[in-house]
């Protein structure tokens, strides 16, 4: 029997759902994944998942696509070749899951569970309740759990992905810490002089400093690195990235998908945390963590692309010499 595990949204938000797949893959012959293409390859890192189905739908995302009867019909006339005996729907707190329920009832799926706000009719078999307060990766859980999937003994239940190659070559050899400046929404991105700050401050208290970035970010990690850091902006895949993050001593990053990561391959994390989520719900974690950010600004909560207040207080006023302490209490913490 095959299970389908559906996480349409961003890279961090399938890595999130990570357990919760190790949890289906411990009792169904196999698991596939539905993601949109943001998420596909973060799904592509995750151990359980032998497929990787990508469908962008038009209920997600910054920009999502206009909804097409036909494309909505060849991805359930697909899911129904699958022959999937059961589903696992994954949303975030403020979202719905009952648009994807419905393409997969229409797919033929016999058996779906997901947790729903909205009375869901016949379009859900088993209809979860999370609990307030759960972070993401625990309220995942407690939904396959719901599903008659439980964590198998000896599961911790932490974010995890495949291990990943060897990155000496693009680090260079010796410890170093990482420094991400770049996030998907401006609001939850540190500002890049504060970024820079970081790094020569970094470099003064003698770290090698890496900085990372995807393909449009080379700009930012140019500017950030200077003649002081590893520029490696545009120069990872997501694999190599794990790499990269797992044999870091600290990473430093705003509330984005390299955190989760660095958090799946076991590196601290000093989380630059931007309060328009909650950190209860989407903080690095299973890691040690340093959450540095004012989570009662007036922004809190807002899930803000922008941020809404001039100056963009809530981490504007985080500076380079507090990550600097942030990035030490870690070291040594590891060290201890």
Known sequence: ??????????????LLAGPAVRAVAAHRSGVAMLCGPR???????????????VWEAPWEGF??????????????????AAAFDSALIL??????????????????????????????????DVR??????????????????????????????RPRVLPPPDTDALTGHGPYVVLHPGATAPARAWSPHRCEEAVALLADAGHRVVVTGGPDET??????????AVDLGGRTTPRTL???????DVVVSANTGPAHLAAAVGTPVV???????????????????ILLGDQSAPCADTRALVCPVPGHPCLDEVTGQDVVRAVHKLIQERQS
């Open 128 to 157: 979860h309740r999370r609990q307030p307060g759960r972070h993401e990766i625990e309220a995942a859980l407690d939904t396959a759990a719901a599903m008659g999937f439980p964590l198998p003994p000896g599961d911790d239940g």
């Open 39 to 53: 998420g596909a390859e973060a799904a592509r890192l995750l151990p359980g998942v032998d497929e990787v189905l």
């Open 271 to 289: 989380s630059l945390f931007a309060p328009v989520v909650p950190a209860g719900r989407w903080a690095p974690y299973g890691v040690p963590v």
């Open 1 to 14: 029997m095959r299970a389908l595990v559906v996480r349409l949204d961003s890279f961090g938000d399938v």
């Open 242 to 248: 794990a790499g990269v993050l797992r044999t870091a």
């Open 91 to 124: 949303t975030s707190f403020h979202q719905s899951p009952l648009p994807a329920a419905l393409v997969l009832r229409l797919a033929g799926i016999a058996h779906i569970g997901a947790d729903s706000v909205d009375h869901p009719g016949r379009l859900l």
């Open 219 to 228: 700009a930012l990690t140019r500017r950030v690195s200077a003649d002081l």
């Open 63 to 80: 920009d999502p696509p206009p909804v097409d009867a036909a494309d909505v019909h060849a991805l359930a006339g697909r899911l129904r």
